[in-house]
């Protein structure tokens, strides 16, 4: 056997039907697994979905063999779960893992799991049990990594066979594992095999419970960091590791890696990808001097993800560029998350953990680092060491403020195409210039498919653009024919789960659960709706005059439409023109907001914003449900009240949360007098001119699928 299957045989384990143990016979043999923490073991869904429905509830047993003896285990996390009535049946689409906690298996050896998304192509090996040749027994085989179909890693050469589902797929360059074997994809004369890469862990982070991946992570590191210390010649992947690395090679070594992540897994983990992702782009910035991708190019999750992003940094801009870089840019990165987790997490973090790692950071600094960038570490350790008196005072830290930001997600739908379809991208703004790329559709989904289709990626967009205090805006370019779409009440998981996913649905979840991220949108998020076709060409002066008036204040109100004022709709009152609604608005007070007790997509509505728009109002308030109009005098009430109460443009965002809050609770609405779903313009002509380029739909070689 190599080296790297010696180490891959102890971790693999047989997924069975709870209490058979070694009773392959019998036909209760589901698939493999594989430990990648003492205790915790990782497996297909559909593996584990061959238990039926006593799986996914609460506490269901899954039988687990593996050197170690026989025990069981139940599934923690998994993606996709079964609806109720569908367990073990049916597609499993990816990422198709489960996390299973394993009794009594807390001395099983783990694999190293691969830090960052796989390098194609790629040789590898697949293991795995099996008895595809009758008797099982543990199955390897070698094959190659060689592309990518959406989620799947794709794998030619050696492929799955049957009972290989689950197993580890180990990339053979680097010792690491870095995916999980899935299936085979049959075709005329061809198959190719489908692996869930290491990567999909991030999907069960989002999940209901998925914070547990960071106890399980932490573990995964400190057992390997264990491993390297303990005395005698048994082998580990950190060894083996630097057998496979070619003698020289400038860079973190996997010694210094194993290192470092040990100690960055006994720091609190981070709040969010934006946070990670922050810190990189500030020690990249440092170390590289010609301009770089946006820090955005990855969903993080963990601390070792944000170190992996900088391993083989290169200055392509600089001619002189040193090979170590990403040494100097790993140990500034280091230094950095040390003093976050003391200005951010004081409580959380463990001082002595802390003090072994500012001790580790400054020794290799020492060796290793370039004069500048040592010179940065030390002021940066010398304010994780200095006394909480001293840092809460500030003088210390003043010496650096945190350079990074938070990120906004722009949400772009276009005009319709073929019909009735709305193209639509979600794209993250950082720090008003640099814009990311997260989703794109350009063949366009129907109306009522908008949310379904945009739920996931407004949720790995608004993880991204979170970090620290910062809480990331959606700016909304819509069509106006779709203004009245209620996107504050759009919510990040369905009604069946908290994954986002299809959920296992009553029988298996919580209906009542409530947490920051069931409730809708707007809610807690500012959402900015935003004029599509006005914000594709220059602002007008009107609208700049108006938008001056509306951020210093105050503001008021003024009827959208003449036939509806402040007393209501007249009833049988002729309608107001188009000219008569321009003289108007064009003659009102520059802070003056047009108000209506209606939607404004389409009639009368749409008719008057138009018009404002062309006026240059930045600011409308309407609103989009249907209603008596009757009502639309306490409507009129309240958007004056609260107008008045935000004072200037800015203002208004806390108050509409308010009263949207409000309006959810029936009683607070009848006491306070809070009609209506609130729909709010907000179009200020001097941000960066983003998601309004034109979206052209791709040829077609046939009509769309209806």
Same mark, same amino acid.
């Given at each position: ?120 192509? @790629? ?248 004069? @500048? ?272 109460? @935000? ?60």
């Amino acid at each position: 056997m190599s080296a790297l299957e010696d180490l891959v045989r102890p971790s693999l384990a047989r997924i069975v039907a709870p209490g058979d143990g070694y009773a392959p016979e019998r036909g209760d043999y589901w698939g493999s697994g594989f430990f990648i923490a003492p205790g915790w073991l990782l497996t297909c869904a559909h593996v584990v979905g061959k238990g039926g429905a006593e799986v996914w509830r609460s506490r269901g047993p899954v039988g687990v063999v593996w050197q170690g003896g026989t025990t069981t285990g139940e599934v923690v996390l998994a993606k996709p779960r079964p609806e109720p009535g569908q367990a073990g049946r049916g597609r499993w689409e990816f990422p198709d893992i489960a996390l299973v906690r394993v009794h009594g298996a807390d001395d099983a050896p783990c694999v190293w799991l691969s830090d960052r998304t796989p390098a194609v192509p @790629a040789p590898v090996s697949l293991h795995g049990w099996s008895r595809q040749t009758g008797a099982l027994g543990i199955r390897h085989r070698v094959g190659e990594a060689s592309g990518w179909d959406g989620p799947a890693l794709l794998l030619s050469g050696g492929l799955p066979v049957e009972g290989l589902s689950g197993g580890p797929v180990v990339d053979l360059r680097h010792g690491s594992v870095i995916a999980m074997n899935k299936g085979v994809k049959q075709s005329v004369g061809h198959a190719e095999g489908a692996a869930t890469p290491m990567t999909a862990l991030r999907k069960l982070h989002d999940m209901r419970g998925g914070d547990v991946l960071h106890t399980v992570l932490r573990e995964h590191d400190l057992h390997h960091l264990a491993r390297f210390h303990r005395p005698g010649a048994d082998p580990d992947w950190t060894r083996v590791q630097t057998g496979l690395r070619d003698p020289g090679t400038p860079g973190l070594t996997p010694a210094q890696r194993v290192h470092l992540y040990g100690h960055l897994a006994q720091l609190p983990p981070p709040g969010g990808p934006g946070e990670i992702a922050g810190l990189v782009q500030e020690a990249k910035a440092r170390v590289v001097r010609s301009d770089f991708r946006s820090p955005f190019p990855e969903d993080l999750r963990t601390w070792r993800e944000g170190a992996a992003l900088l391993h083989g940094l290169r200055d392509l801009g600089d001619k002189g560029s040193r090979p170590e870089l990403d040494l100097d840019a790993v140990l500034l990165y280091a230094a950095k998350v040390a003093r976050h987790a003391v200005l951010e997490r004081p409580g959380e973090t463990d001082p002595e953990p802390l003090r072994r790692f500012t001790r580790w950071i400054a020794e290799q600094a020492v060796l290793y680092a370039q004069p @500048a960038i040592r010179e940065d570490v030390d002021r940066l350790l010398a304010d994780v060491r200095a006394p909480a008196a001293a840092r809460s005072a500030g003088p210390v830290l003043a010496r650096e403020a945190p350079s990074g930001a938070g990120a906004d997600v722009l949400l772009d739908i276009g005009e319709p195409v073929y019909g009735e379809r709305y193209p639509l991208s979600v794209r993250l703004l950082y720090d008003g210039r640099d814009v990311t790329p997260v989703y794109s559709n350009d063949l366009g989904v129907r109306r009522h498919e908008l949310q379904e289709h945009l739920r996931e990626p407004l949720a790995e967009a608004l993880r991204l653009g979170d970090r620290g205090e910062h809480l990331a805006v959606i700016e909304a370019f819509l069509p106006r024919a779709l203004l009245d779409e209620p996107i504050d009440e759009w919510r990040l998981v369905t009604d069946g789960g908290a994954d986002g996913g299809s959920g296992a649905g009553g029988e298996y979840e919580d209906p009542d659960f409530f947490d920051e991220q069931s409730m809708p949108l707007g809610l807690r998020r500012t959402v900015l709706l935003r004029d599509r076709r006005r914000n594709a060409r220059p602002p007008i002066p009107e609208w700049r005059r108006r938008w001056t008036a509306a951020a210093r204040g105050p503001l008021s109100g003024i009827p959208l439409r003449g036939e509806s004022t402040d007393f209501g709709h007249h009833s049988g009152g002729r309608r107001e023109s188009r000219y008569g609604t321009l003289r108007r608005l064009s003659g009102s007070g520059d802070g003056c907001v047009p108000v209506f007790c209606g939607p404004v997509g389409s009639g009368a509505g749409r008719e008057a914003m138009d018009v404002a728009l062309a006026a240059g109002h930045p600011l409308v308030l309407w609103r989009r449900d249907g209603h008596d109009h009757a009502a639309c005098r306490a409507f009129h009430r309240s958007a004056a009240r609260l107008l008045s109460l @935000a004072g200037r443009a800015e203002g208004l965002h806390g108050h509409v949360r308010d009263l949207r809050i409000g309006a959810m609770d029936p009683e607070i609405a009848e006491s306070e007098g809070l009609t209506g779903r609130i729909a709010v313009l907000y179009d200020p002509p001097d941000r960066p001119q983003f998601g309004t380029e034109a979206m052209r739909p791709p040829p077609l070689a046939a009509p769309p699928i209806i």
